[in-house]
């Protein structure tokens, strides 16, 4: 979690940084955080709360310098004060750090440099960093040798951005966490992910585990990428991205979350676009392998579990999905032979690295579906398949679900030698979710969302191929409105859950065009017997549905078009409550520590 930016070029460091920071906000907002180098004194600013509204020219229009490096903050270890946030820095103050990330071992560093005589602040593991290179620099001058030093003492994670205020130089390193390097002209930028700088650059370098960059006027074209553990050279391998930087932005919509609910359509005319080889080169590591399971947290583990459905239903073919978090229980029994599907938006939660780790000591293989390029799973993964959401930074993450069980929909298109039939039926989900989208149908969520904001439970059922639509629907609106939601497959519903439902209760009935639309109905009657208020999506309408939202038919591919409902109202509900939807409490993006 948090986040960090570090300038350094010919701008006014603080206002790229400032920017930077708004756009990493979703990683982390208790508190932020500035230092600067201006006119060869270190400067900083810290404070508690959210960046969004500050102005730096109306804020703190002195506060300038060429190089600056910023942090915004989702805390770990100390309480969310000024004192906590960062950057921290060394007792002389002329070293600043920011850090992403856990120092393990941070306790006993810090127990051995104040025997030193080193003085701490906080209560932070990241000061210790500070405070570690001062007291290397105190055996070696030269600063990215003492960082270097430093940073081999170090266990846990890190991405790091460094200045000092008697030296025009700038430290980025990583491990565990990441940090992305953008090159510009006459400007190189730090950031915790691409959206952070793609405004001013879109070349990057993706630094690697144990490396670090130095950036400076001395060095030849401006930076030189080092091993932390050998201390050598690498040669940096520039990437362009694709992504448009005006899709980071919210483009006039109030939210980030309902710009990125409205793209949606886009990312199914993006996933129908992809090549075949591709496709096919990933139904062939899932046709080759023993045993298949989809890994995965939150939101994409229930795209990972619309997979594992399709591809039972439709290929004929077992895959076992399992939480990321849970993984560690059953990763002792993967064999070589097996096949672990990675699913996530950012390809930095840790829980799904480790995942991949498993695998490969195992001997298994990992196919990736990933929506970051260039993140720690698309590297580590022995393939990947990029998913078409395009930058997504809203906390609740609704187009890259979409943009993942599209995926499944064409690798399951590809195993069948039928690219051309998932395109159709991705084609009617496009449609449908079009018609979802459409002023009238805004408004009429938007009304329904109202009262929905009374409650104060709401459920959901789905089964077989709806049952993750289900899940999905709850996690968005308890992650956006605090109201205890929680989905049921259908099934289960007698063997427990019926014993909540009392009158006036809101129950969402997810059903389609497949097998089990009858019993998803009889579900329906069992609990609109018992008061519950039922709100049906289906692609008719039922009289035991006291609301009814239509989508089209379209079989196991109506999950596709059928969440963006409660997708909306979780957006409603949460405006109704006057909670940001952006920045939903308690959360960040993405979950890089365990
Ligand atoms: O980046 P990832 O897809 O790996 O993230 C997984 C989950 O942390 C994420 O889906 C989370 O559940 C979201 N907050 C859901 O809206």
């Not at 483009?251 to 996933?271: A, C, D, N, Y």
């Amino acid at each position: 979690m948090c986040g960090i930016v570090g300038y350094f070029g010919n701008k006014n460091g603080a206002e790229v940084v400032v920017d930077g920071l708004k756009r990493l906000e979703y990683r982390g907002y208790d508190s932020w955080g500035l230092a600067a180098v201006g006119e060869g004194k270190l400067i900083k600013h810290k404070q508690v709360g959210k960046i969004g509204g500050f102005d730096l020219k109306r804020d703190l229009p002195k506060f300038g310098g060429e190089i600056c490096i910023g942090h915004t903050r989702w805390a770990t270890h100390g309480g969310v004060t000024e004192t906590n946030s960062h950057p921290h820095f060394s007792c002389d103050k002329k070293i600043a750090v920011v850090h992403n990330g856990i120092v393990e071992n941070y306790q006993e560093l810090r127990s051995d440099l104040e025997k030193k005589g080193h003085k701490f602040v906080s209560q932070t593991d990241t000061e210790v960093i500070a405070h570690l290179i001062e007291q290397t620099l105190k055996i070696t001058k030269d600063k990215t040798e003492a960082v270097r030093q430093s940073l081999k003492k170090l266990q846990g994670s890190y991405a790091l951005g460094i200045i000092f205020e008697d030296e025009k130089l700038m430290i980025g390193a990583r491990k565990g966490s990441p940090l992305v390097l953008g090159v510009g002209k006459d400007q190189t930028i730090l950031g915790s992910d691409v959206p952070a700088f793609l405004k001013y650059t879109n070349k990057v370098v993706f630094l690697e585990e144990f490396e670090m960059v130095a950036i400076s006027d001395q060095i030849k074209g401006g930076y030189e990428i080092k091993n932390v553990n050998s201390g050598k050279t690498v040669k940096p391998k520039i990437t362009t991205i694709k992504w448009d930087a005006t899709e980071a932005e919210k483009g006039g919509h109030p939210h980030f979350m309902i710009k990125e609910m409205l793209e949606q359509p886009q990312v199914i005319e993006k996933t129908i676009g992809m090549g075949k080889g591709e496709l096919d080169k990933a139904a062939k590591m899932i046709e080759k392998a023993k045993r298949v399971y989809v890994v995965a947290c939150g939101t994409a583990l229930h795209a990972g579990m619309y997979g594992s459905y399709l591809l039972a239903k439709i290929n004929k073919i077992m895959v076992q999905p399992i939480s990321a978090g849970e993984l560690h229980h059953f990763a002792p029994l993967f064999k070589k032979g097996d096949l672990v599907i990675c699913v996530s938006q950012s390809g930095e939660t840790a829980d799904v690295l480790e995942a991949v780790k498993s695998a490969h000591s195992a001997g298994a293989k990992v196919l990736a579906l990933v929506n970051v390029m260039g993140s720690s799973l698309m590297r580590a993964a022995d393939f990947s398949l990029l998913t078409k959401a395009g930058p997504e930074i809203c906390v609740l993450s609704t187009k890259a679900y979409v943009s993942q069980m599209a995926m499944f929909v064409m690798i399951s298109g590809a195993l069948s030698g039928k690219i051309s039939n998932a395109k159709k039926v991705l084609g009617i989900a496009k449609k449908d979710i079009e018609k979802i989208l459409s002023k009238k149908s805004l408004e009429k969520i938007k009304k329904m969302s109202k009262s929905l904001a009374k409650a104060q439970n709401i459920y959901a059922l789905g089964r077989g191929i709806n049952y993750p639509n289900a899940l999905e629907a709850c996690l968005k609106i308890k992650e956006v409105s605090y109201i205890h939601a929680e989905g049921f497959a259908g099934g289960d519903l007698k063997h427990g859950p019926i014993a909540l439902i009392e009158k006036g209760v809101p129950v969402i009935i997810f059903a389609s065009d497949d097998e089990s639309e009858a019993e998803i109905i009889s579900n329906a009657m069992e609990v609109k017997a018992r008061g519950a208020d039922v709100i049906g999506i289906n692609y008719r309408n039922n009289e035991v549905f006291e609301q009814y939202l239509p989508i089209e038919k379209n079989g196991f591919y109506s999950p596709i078009a059928s969440i963006v409902y409660p997708q909306l109202m979780a957006y409603y509900i949460a405006l109704e409550k006057k909670f940001d939807p952006d920045k939903p409490r308690n959360l960040a993006k993405s979950v890089t520590v365990k």
